[in-house]
């Protein structure tokens, strides 16, 4: 049982450091990249990068949940052998 709760906890620890802290990333494709610094505007070359991380976490988001449904089902099925 002990186990379990520590291994809960450094779970919430480890997802809680890797939340709070990120470093800046800059995610944009090569073109997109020469397209935009040729132009000079700065405010674009932002936007396009902030709304490039922006889809990017879907995928993330998608991988974490079904990565939660199977750890659940595989609880419940342990729960009813025990």
């Known amino acids: ?10 779970f919430v620890i ?5 939340l709070f802290i990120s470093f800046p990333a800059e995610a944009q ?5 020469a397209v935009i610094e040729s132009e000079g505007s700065n ?3 932002k936007g396009i990068n902030n709304g490039i991380i922006y889809l990017m976490i879907f995928p993330y988001l998608l991988v974490g949940g079904i990565g939660y449904i199977i750890y659940r089902s595989r609880k419940k099925a342990k729960a009813k052998i025990n």
């Not at 494709?29 to 990249?33: D, G, I, L, P, V």
């Open 29 to 33: 494709c090569a073109m997109c990249r």
């Open 43 to 45: 405010e674009v070359a």
């Open 1 to 10: 049982m002990n186990s379990q709760i520590k291994m809960k906890q450094t």
């Open 14 to 18: 480890t997802l809680l450091l890797l």
